[in-house]
């Protein structure tokens, strides 16, 4: 894409913060590329990013149970 969807506006390849939702879960992500409207500050994620950020998600769901071992030291 090299214009804006909304103002036509020239899109820029930038790193970007982003709060990322998936399902019940929201992930914040640092340093994603994207391209962003320089005129209004539409953020537009690339096909890679948004693989990317759903690969990492998954990776990050959450285990069935978490279970606690006690620890003794002799
Ligand atoms: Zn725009």
Redesign the pocket.
């Known amino acids: 894409m090299e214009k ?1 969807y ?2 036509k ?1 020239k899109l820029t390849r930038e790193r970007v913060n982003h709060l990322h939702r998936w399902g019940e879960k929201m992930i914040f992500f640092e340093n994603v590329e994207a391209e962003v ?1 320089k ?2 500050g ?1 953020t537009y994620f690339p096909p890679e990013s948004l693989a990317l950020m759903d690969k990492k998600t998954k990776l990050l769901s959450t285990p069935e149970k978490t279970i606690s071992i006690p620890l003794v030291t002799l």
């Open positions: 804006c909304f103002c506006g409207c005129q209004c539409e």
